[in-house]
């Protein structure tokens, strides 16, 4: 028999992840996507979200335990192979339109701005566009095709990440095989973005296409260079020997028209590198080991040098702001590391367990809705709770919290826990090392 104090724990846990659920119509969804075609007996769809995220407190995800948990929620036994059968075509409807009102619902909160430099306040949003892969069972290749190795093909999943860095929030999620690589997922950020909103990308979603569908619709944007394009004097039209310019001034700041075929009007600017940055730079691209790539002389000086364009002028951006604005893209490499070390995302899909494409599809849309409903609504509340009181959260540190005390988390009210927050998971004071906070005051 269960310990009567377990037992407790288990109904506050309970109630409180129900707490969180009870605003989203999970029975009108269950019935809009054919999860739920009769009356429900055992298995519900809210059944099968709290059971995961009581599996996933523990960082394992079978199919035994799925069913232990929605036994130990429901009181009745049920069996693996009754929740495998639930987790099919309907499920994953299921969930997507519940991820999707939590998505909206969380836009629509008007939650406190993080403080920020005041070139970055008149921004309702700065958008950060990146994306994560997840390694899967090799059965699962014709599903999501990854790389070759050593003649075999590998399975590769790829999470694609809009997020907010004014309110904290995510934008918009979308699962792609690994093939589709970022590149082809670039114009995607024309139908997130609005009007007024500032982009941050890296290399990898560089599309002059897109700058300019970008211009057209206001969107401002920051992104470095790729090497190789076309650049023209804004006014004469002529060609600009790059390379040139540098080793008479050093730096650049001025409108160009980037590309041969688009002639984008943008503003580049490029500053110098320190040596021993430049030195790492080169040295890493000589240990490239992709066959494909022989770098030319002009490739090598030009890694002594950090090359961005943007949309705003001189008044808005100095250059060496340009370089930190930039430098704010680094925050959803931050979180994706939260998911993975913290929140153990590739731990929930084990290698060597026959898994479905529905039950992949099901693992990640459910971690996904974890996150949205855990450490997006945690962070918001703490960060905007600590900056009353002049303090500062790591995201990183929060997350670890959250993962090592989700039960104490589950039990008690976020403002009793506030001061424990503040003191375990607030920022070290380093005058070597910028954090986030600080980061955004472009300083």
Known sequence: MTPKSTRSKEAKSFDSITQKLKNIPLNQYARRSGFKQRKEKKITGKGLIIGFFLLAMQSKHTLQGWAEQLCLLNGKTVSKQAVWDRINDCFIRFLLMVLKYQINHQSALDHKNVKAHPALSHYKRILLQDSTTIALPDVLSRFYPGNVSQGKQKAILKIQVFYDLVRHRFVHFEITPFTANDQSKSNDIIWVSRQGDLVIRDLGYFSLNCFEQMLTRKINFVSRVRYGVKIYDAHSQQEINLLARLRKHHQFDQWILLGKQYRVPVRLVIEPLPQQQADCRRMRAKQDRDYRINHDKQYYELL????????????????????????????????????????????????????????????????????????????????????????????????????????????????????????????????????????????
């Open 304 to 443: 002594g040098y950090q090359l961005f364009i943007t949309s705003e002028s001189q008044t808005i951006f100095t250059p060496s702001q340009i370089a930190k604005v930039y430098g704010l893209r680094w925050r959803i490499e931050s979180i994706f590391k939260c998911w993975k070390s913290q929140f153990h995302l590739q731990r929930l899909i084990a290698p060597n367990v026959s898994f479905t494409k529905q039950r992949v599809q099901a693992i990640i849309y459910l971690m996904l809705l974890f996150i949205l409903l855990f450490q997006v609504t945690l962070f918001q509340y703490f960060q905007s709770s600590s900056n009353i009181k002049g303090g500062a959260i790591s995201l990183i540190k929060l997350c670890r919290y959250t993962s090592s005390n989700i039960q104490r988390l589950l039990e008690h009210p976020f403002q009793k826990l506030l001061q424990e927050i503040i003191y375990y998971c607030s920022y070290d004071k380093r005058g070597d090392l910028k954090n986030f906070t600080q980061q955004m005051l472009l300083t």
